[in-house]
């Protein structure tokens, strides 16, 4: 069992070599802007080889004289991922098709920078201002492969609530437009397209880490290793997260008659549900929690995640085997939060071992016979290794522990691409949390 992604439901949106000129930024109405920006921007296609046919769609946009394109890493993801089954294509607005190579990415912004074979005349300015809060821009891309088109909306600063940074754009973001270029009035990008929740809440990447994507390339001198790449940034997220989390006051919230963890930074967001039934005898209250992000690296493999949960179960005038059989019941299937298959992970290895732990001092409530007694707890702390990044791991912690009055508490997180040392720091400050009254 594992706690729903409590997350912003985020719909993944997907699925410069010649001469060329800039086109003057003035400042214009938005509704010119697709005539002076069509030469700019282009479809993304993911090619399945064998059939020779499209298998996923996303957008594009040219940022350099030499034929840079800019667009999301989750649109040409499968084409890293599996290079033998899948290639990439372009599509101009004019109907001009052509090869892109992949050159450099940023799997945690979800960014990727390619190369046509045939360079187009016109790219896009890159903004080195913010828009105000309020201000109208312009999202561009190709939602459902309808053709180019242009949505309308507003900036309202980065997002609060996750580890990476998000703009909230309030328009519609359509399947299709991701890696899709928002201007504002002078044409100039500030962001690139690249969720949707819904109902005109959408979000974009900052462009300043496009921008930055642009001058790794760059400075690289046009070599760049993929795998490498990507192994480096998940480690430099992995420690991001862990210094962020393990750097915040952790305050304990009650649930039944322990003390859990609750929301330890705002990207880490908290949701409880307490199960009563008549036909059930055990009364069960539910606390969950989940960073609202993940990191895509492939339709099945996605990594980042940090989540956490608690199960408080008691019941009244029943038979402790009765107590203990239901508990058993009720919490059988838990599995990790995140996404991986076997081509990305090793199978779990689990250590279990049978911790005891003190009751912690409650001057408000008087004990009973036998609650001086310490908690036994059963724990099971389970690793797998990822098989292209070997340094990094999920970890599967669960700890169910029983006292004797029917009451019974269960601890659960998932770490998902860590290390070894991030995860036993995490472990250790979790486990020190907890206490039953």
């Known amino acids: 069992m594992s706690i729903l992604p409590l997350r912003m439901l985020a719909l993944l949106l997907c699925c410069f070599s010649g001469f060329a000129f800039s086109i003057p930024v003035a400042a214009q109405g ?30 594009g946009f040219q940022i350099s004289a030499d034929g840079l394109i800019a667009t999301n890493y989750h649109v040409v993801a499968e084409a890293v991922s599996d290079p033998e089954k899948y290639q990439l294509e372009f599509l101009s607005v004019d109907g001009n098709k052509g090869t892109l190579e ?17 360079p187009g005349a016109e790219y896009m300015q890159l903004s080195g201002t913010t828009p105000r809060k309020g201000e109208t821009i312009v999202s561009m891309g190709n939602p459902l492969d309808l053709g180019m088109t242009l949505i309308p909306g507003t900036y309202n600063g980065i997002a609060s609530g996750s580890f990476y940074d998000r703009i909230h754009f309030s328009g519609s973001i359509n399947p299709g437009m991701s890696g899709g270029p928002t201007v504002n009035t002078n044409g100039e990008v500030v962001g690139i397209n690249v969720a949707t929740a819904g109902n005109q809440v959408s979000f974009l990447v900052p462009v300043d880490k496009l921008a930055a994507l642009y001058r ?38 009650s649930l039944g008659e322990a003390k859990v963890v609750g929301e330890i930074v705002p990207a880490i967001q908290c949701w409880g549900n307490t199960q009563e039934q008549d036909d059930n005898p055990v009364t069960r209250i539910d606390k969950g929690c989940t960073g609202q992000d993940v990191v895509y690296l492939s339709e099945s493999f996605n990594t980042g995640r940090v989540e956490y949960e608690f199960f408080w179960l008691q019941a009244e005038d029943l038979q402790t085997t009765r107590f203990y059989s239901a508990y058993e019941q009720q919490m059988s299937s838990f599995y990790p939060g995140n996404s991986a298959g076997e081509d990305d992970v090793t199978n779990f ?5 049978f911790t005891s732990q003190e009751r ?42 029983v006292d004797k009055r029917d009451r019974a508490l269960v601890s659960h997180f998932t770490l998902s691409g860590f290390t070894r040392e991030s995860a036993a720091a995490f472990t250790e400050k979790f486990t020190s949390e907890i206490q039953w009254h």
């Open 349 to 353: 290895r689990c250590r279990q071992s």
């Open 216 to 253: 790794h390339f760059r400075d690289t001198g046009n070599h760049v290793d993929l795998q490498d790449v990507t192994h480096q940034q998940l480690l430099r997220n992995q420690e991001s997260i862990i210094d962020t989390v393990l750097g915040a006051e952790w305050k304990p919230r």
């Open 360 to 401: 912690g001092a409650d001057p408000d409530s008087e004990r009973a016979e036998g609650e001086s007694d310490p908690i036994i707890a059963r724990t099971s702390y389970c690793v797998r290794r990822y098989k292209k990044f070997p340094d990094l791991y999920d970890i599967f912690y669960l700890s169910l522990s």
């Open 102 to 118: 992949l050159l450099d990415i940023d799997v945690v912004n979800d960014l990727a920078i390619l190369r046509q074979d045939k």
């Open 30 to 59: 938005y509704e010119q802007l697709y005539s002076d920006y069509r030469g700019s921007l282009y479809q993304i296609r993911l090619i399945e080889k064998s059939s020779n046919s499209k298998a996923g769609l996303g957008s």
